[in-house]
């Protein structure tokens, strides 16, 4: 008896050529998909099935939890497979080149171009962790920072280590350039700032402005943000302000995402915290 066609439901963001995209699949039968190429860089990351694609004229075993690369503009082909006994969920992101190129000139400082990962797999579970970050900031409701830090910092590191090997050149009046973004953050925390918008203030790319911020402040210059939203709310609760309105007074999507990162980062939930007070 033949299987009944798997189910697949898939959940997509979208910017400027970038898409991110979340798939699950049902068991059952599946259509194979040909050969074919596209012009945007191609990662995927399954989550609990084994997958295989031909490439370069070889036949890739996906393992679970590994990131794979399929460059811009080669031919490649998904298994032949017919059917899933198992469901299978798998996170992809299309990333236009003109974003790898802008990582590239930044770093080298030197003419863009397009790189070239000769690695099809590679074994690097820090890759790995960044790639899943960048997947869940698209749908978690980010702020436009935390996005743009999780593009930026999956592909400066993917790049640097699987792309490059060039030596970076320091970045004079670094310090005092860190300091001035870090100021204009303390004075626009609750807006939606982009990264552009915060290394255009320090005077600095985007590639190093995400290096030395983290190596000076501590922490991404997101997540420092967030420190500044959530302390600025624990204020306003203790004021006692109703939490909807803190929610959007620090720059918060809603009550609820404002609920996530307050308990991730306090511990406890905005009206447990209204409690204590």
């Known amino acids: 008896m033949k299987p009944l066609a798997a189910e697949i ?13 979340q798939y699950a699949y049902t068991a059952g039968a599946v259509a194979p998909i040909p050969k074919h190429s596209h012009e945007e860089y191609q990662f995927a990351l399954s989550f609990d099935h084994v997958g ?11 393992p679970l939890g590994q990131l794979s690369i399929i460059h811009s503009g080669e031919v490649h082909a998904p298994e032949d497979s017919t059917t899933l006994d198992q469901p299978a969920h798998f996170a992809m992101a299309n ?30 579970e820090t890759l790995n962790r960044l790639f899943l970050k960048l997947s869940q900031a698209a749908f978690q409701n980010s702020s436009q920072l935390e996005q743009d830090v999780a593009l930026w910092s999956f592909l400066s590191y993917l790049i640097e280590r699987h792309a490059l090997s060039s030596p970076l050149r320091p970045v004079a009046n670094a310090h005092r350039a860190v300091l001035q973004a870090r ?20 005077g600095l790319s985007r590639f190093h402005f995400c290096r030395l911020f983290r190596q000076q402040i501590g922490v991404s210059a997101s997540t420092y943000q967030m420190q500044l939203r959530l302390a600025q709310a ?7 302000i109703s939490l909807s309105e803190v929610a959007i007074a620090t720059g918060f999507y809603d009550q609820s995402h404002f609920g996530k990162h307050f308990k ?13 007070n």
Do not use: C, M
């Open 9 to 21: 439901s898939v959940r997509a963001h979208q910017s400027d050529g970038l898409i991110i995209e």
């Open 52 to 62: 295989a694609y031909t490439y370069r004229d070889e036949t890739h075993q996906i």
């Open 95 to 124: 990333i236009h080149p003109k974003w790898l190129r802008k990582v590239v000139a930044e770093i080298t400082n030197s003419f863009s171009h397009d790189p070239f990962f000769e690695t099809v797999l590679p074994k690097d």
């Open 183 to 202: 100021d204009y953050l303390r004075s626009h925390y609750q807006q939606d700032i982009s990264l552009e918008q915060l290394s255009t203030v320090a």
């Open 234 to 240: 624990k204020r306003l609760i203790v004021e006692g």
């Open 264 to 276: 991730r980062y306090v511990g406890t939930t905005p009206a447990k915290y209204v409690g204590q």
